[in-house]
């Protein structure tokens, strides 16, 4: 099998982007701004939970020290979503799936399962996300593009504990059948 | 330019290189957790050389400031292994989450449904938590060149061929 370059054409790009969203937002804005992203739903469900009970969260500490707002980060998750649907239906990678194939293979076809696990471990995720401080992109690309030690910890963290509970989760399917492209 | 327009341009840019780069998807996550499929390692990895060489640079000239995270020993390590646990399970991250949403994978909403929560719960027991875990092990904002009393470049130059012999390590096993 040819070495596919796709990840490291689209990875040593998205580097080129991390130094352009530097250098731009200082010029711009006056400030740089990294790429991350995991701060961004603590200010939704801030958002979220301000429609309902607006002195609940003036009150909390933790929404007030990240401001609940729209901000830059926010917009750049918005951004994700456009540029991800665009890329896939331009080269027709688009696909609707209720289940991943791996998935599929352990716990059966069925969506209520699949919602259940996705669902708790998002809230696992993100709660050690924002203990840790950030998530793979914040962490993990801009934390050891600037060799901060926080990241290097944290993603020494991500991955050992991903490894473990992904081969007792997936690790018996028939070899996880993992396709390469 | 606003802020917001700005994240949103930089935003469609991210979103359609992590699509290209195929790591938006639940077997690419879980294949690397899997030491089967290396793809978001190599596209992490990556990222982070060219962005790694550029951004010291731009630092070092003094063209922008550098943001680095807090290192507390005890939220990095133990967040960093809680989000490692949810991360197998939900087989997405954050940032991908919703890209894998955008290219039609629509489970994932299930993840960001359940991320919004998890965001939640945090900020409620956050004071509890800085009171304890964040303390322990906490030495402000340190780096790897910085602790090991070098200059940036030495580090930089050991991190590239590192990085460098794992590409070679990942396609001679054909991971």
Known sequence: MPISWRPYVAGALTGLLAIASVLVSTQVLGKAKYLGASTTFVRSAGLIEQSVAPEHVTANEYYQSKKVRVDWQFMLLVGILVGSFAASRLDGSFKAEGSPPIWRDRFGRGVGVRAIGAFLGGIVAMFGARLAGGCPSGHGLSGLMQLSVSGFIAMAGFFGAGIVVAHLLYGRTRGGEVGHE | ?175
């Open chain 2, 1 to 175: 330019m606003s802020e917001q327009v700005l994240g949103l341009l930089t935003g469609i840019v991210f979103g359609a290189l992590l699509q290209q780069g195929r790591v938006v998807r639940f077997e690419k996550q879980v294949g690397a957790m899997l030491l089967q499929d290396m793809t978001i390692l190599k596209f992490m990895l990556s990222a982070i050389v060219v962005g790694m060489v550029g951004i010291n640079l731009l630092v070092d000239l003094n063209v922008v400031a550098p943001s680095v995270k807090a290192t507390s020993i005890g939220a990095n390590l133990i967040g960093g292994l809680l989000f490692g646990i949810g991360w197998a399970v939900a087989g997405y991250c954050p940032g991908t989450s919703v890209g894998a949403l955008a290219e039609g994978r629509w489970h994932a909403v299930f993840a960001i449904a359940g991320m919004l929560v998890g965001a939640a719960i945090f900020a409620e027991v956050y004071p509890a938590l800085k009171a304890s875990v964040v303390s322990w092990g906490s030495f402000g904002k340190i780096t790897l060149p910085g602790v090991l009393g070098v200059t940036p470049w030495g580090v930089i130059v050991i991190l590239v061929i590192a990085y460098l012999a794992l590409f070679r390590l990942f396609e001679r096993k054909r991971l």
